[in-house]
């Protein structure tokens, strides 16, 4: 299940988030929402570290906290994703290791840093709405706004996106499992990264009023577990929840 090399019409997380925030008929992102830049550079550092080519560097006798150690990386065969791969390139480059939060600024070009400004990931919503219009869920053209001409990605195969949509609403309700361990990595991490992407709204819009607020509840739960207890339990991938630590410190 982790290792997604395989050319499937299956999503990345990435590309989840993208399409979870995607107005349908409009094709674009909300203006307003300033949050899924760095979400989607999270998505990337999970991606890498489900497929085995990052992890966390180990906690050490002092346990010291998620948010304190660095990425390392663990295999540089590339992924065949040229975004994963380009991160990947980045961190191989980088010695001494930097922080899961120094990565996600970095990839985001959100950094004082002149340094590190080449480590910026550019145009990543426009990449991704691409792999989605080559898998076939979004089309592309041209809207006019007043002031200028913008690429949008409207949706065409309703199918996946109201799948991911059911995906995630059942993840909480009819298959919740009440334990984040027994949860599929991919599903918690998109639940984790839709959040902090502020798109998760959009994939319960849809449900009734007590159904919303029991996905709702659950989410919260989720996002206050003690995420370096958790990150401690066999069987689990570190680098995962330190991406999430950075997002809910």
Same mark, same amino acid.
Request: glycine share 8%; proline share 3%; aromatic share 4%.
């Given at each position: 299940m982790d290792d997604l090399d395989s050319k499937e019409t299956r999503l990345t997380l990435m &590309?989840? $988030?993208l399409l979870l925030g995607l107005k349908d008929k409009e094709g674009y992102t909300s203006f307003w929402n300033d949050c899924i830049s760095?979400?989607?550079? %999270?998505? +990337?550092? +999970? *991606?890498? %570290?489900?497929?085995?080519?990052?992890?966390?560097?180990?906690?050490? !006798?002092?346990k010291r906290s998620l948010l304190g150690r660095k990425i390392l990386l663990k295999?540089?065969?590339p992924?065949?994703?040229?975004?994963?791969? &380009?991160?990947?390139?980045?961190? /191989?480059?980088?010695?001494? =290791? &930097?922080?899961?939060? #120094?990565? +996600?600024?970095?990839?985001?070009?959100?950094?004082? #840093?002149?340094?590190?400004?080449?480590?910026?990931?550019?145009?990543?919503? *426009?990449?991704?709405?691409?792999?989605? $219009?080559? /898998? %076939? $869920?979004?089309?592309?053209?041209?809207?006019?706004?007043l002031l200028f001409d913008m690429t949008t990605h409207p949706l065409t195969d309703n199918i996946m /996106?109201?799948?991911?949509? /059911?995906?995630?609403?059942? @993840?909480?309700?009819?298959?919740? $499992?009440?334990?984040?361990?027994? !949860?599929?990595?991919r599903m918690l991490s998109l639940i984790f990264l839709a959040h902090a992407s502020d798109v998760l709204e959009n994939a319960f819009a849809p449900l009734n009023d007590d159904d919303y607020e029991l996905a709702m509840k659950r989410v919260r739960e989720l996002l206050y577990l003690d995420l370096d207890n958790e990150s @401690?339990? =066999?069987?689990? #991938? &570190?680098? !995962?929840w330190a991406v999430f630590a950075s997002f809910t410190k």
């Open positions: &590309e989840e $988030v760095s979400g989607l550079r %999270g998505c +990337i550092l +999970i *991606e890498l %570290g489900l497929r085995g080519r990052v992890e966390l560097e180990k906690g050490g !006798m002092r295999n540089d065969s992924t065949g994703d040229v975004l994963l791969d &380009e991160a990947l390139k980045h961190v /191989k480059e980088t010695d001494p =290791p &930097e922080t899961v939060q #120094n990565w +996600i600024e970095y990839l985001s070009g959100e950094t004082w #840093n002149p340094l590190k400004l080449r480590y910026q990931l550019k145009n990543v919503r *426009e990449r991704l709405a691409k792999n989605l $219009v080559e /898998k %076939g $869920v979004l089309t592309t053209e041209k809207q006019n706004f /996106k109201t799948r991911l949509v /059911k995906k995630v609403q059942e @993840a909480v309700l009819s298959k919740w $499992v009440n334990d984040a361990h027994r !949860m599929d990595k @401690a339990k =066999p069987g689990t #991938n &570190e680098l !995962m």
